[in-house]
C-alpha cells in the first residue's frame, strides 16, 4: 500500500512509540552528528531523528527535509512511494553514512534543493547546484500564463515559427517547462551568471531539450545592443528577474541570504533595476504581437504601470495576475501596436 501523507506521519509517530531501543548520536567536528559505529536503523528511526535533530536546531520545515532528504537517498521522490514494509527496514550502513551527510548540510541552512542537488518543476525535474537561484512554486504559474497564450496562438499559426527568450534563466526552469510542454517552439536563454548558463544547459541536455534551446551568458546592461541584434525578434519575453528591495535582503532565510546568488535576487533600491531595463528593450525584441511576461514584487505593478504612463516605450499594460498567496505577482504587457481586445 502506498502512503498518503497524513496516515505516514501517523504510522511513523505509532511505531516510534513502541520502539524500546534508544537511537543515540554523538557530535564530531563543528557540531557535526555523526551515527554511532554500531548502530543500526530503520527508515523510520532516522526520520524521526533527524526531523527532531532538525526542529532543535531551528531548521525549517524539519519534517519535510528529513522525509525529502531520506527519500532521496532510498531512491524515492517522497516517501510517499514507500509501502509501509520499507518503514521498518533496516538502512545499510552506506545509505546511513549518506542520511547522516546529507542531514549534516541541511543542519547548515543548507536549502534542501542543493543538499540533494535535483528539484521538480511542473513536470520535469532539474539539477540544482548552488548559488544557482532555486526555482519557486509561483514560477509555475508565470509558466502557466505563458502557456495559455502560446495555446490561442497555436491556432491561428505555425508554432515551428515561434521563438522565446527568457532573460535570467538560472537553472533553466521556465525556458526548459515551456520546450517540453511545447515541442515545435524554440527558445533562447539568457543569464549574466556563467553557472547559471552551465547548469541550464546540463538540465537542457538531461531533459533532451538542448537542440531547441540556444543559452547565452549576457549581460541585459552591457550587452543590450548584442542582444537585440542576436536574440530579435521574439513572440514572448519571459523573465523572473531580481526583484527584491536591496534593504530587504538582510531580513532573508539564511537558506536564502547565505546561499543563494545574491545578483540573482537584488533588484536594486526599489527592485525594479533589471525590470526597467527589461522593459526598455522588450519595444526592440519583440515582434508585433509580442508579449512580456514578467514576475514582480507586489509592489511592482502599480510602479510599471506608472512607468508606461510616464515614458514612451512602446509597450502597453495588459493584466496583473495574482499568485496562489493572492498577492500580485506577474505582469503582462504587449507591444503598443497590437489590440488589448
Known sequence: MVFRLKSL????????????????TTCGEQGKVIPPISARFTVEQALSQWAERFQVAEVPEPQLSSQYIISHVLGHKTLN???RRGLTQVLSHAHVERIWRLCNKRLTRMPVQYVIEEWDFRDITLKMKPPVFIPRPETEELVSLV????????????MDTVRFLEVGCGSGAISLSLLHSLKQIRGVALDQSAQAVALTRENAQSLGLLDRLKVSQVDVFKDADWLVETCSPVEVLVSNPPYLFTEDLDSLEPEVRRFE?????DGGKQGHC?????LALAPRLLTEKGRVYLEVDPRHPDIIQTRLKERVLGLEYVKTHYDFTNRARFCI???RSRGTG
Open 9 to 24: 506521519v501517523r504510522f511513523i509517530h505509532s511505531r516510534i512509540s513502541v520502539t524500546t531501543r534508544k537511537v543515540s
Open 261 to 265: 546568488d545574491r545578483a540573482a535576487l
Open 81 to 83: 512511494h514507500l509501502e
Open 274 to 278: 533589471v525590470i526597467d531595463q527589461i
Open 147 to 158: 502557456l495559455a497564450d502560446l495555446e490561442v496562438l497555436a491556432a491561428s499559426r505555425d
Open 333 to 335: 504587457l504587449q507591444s
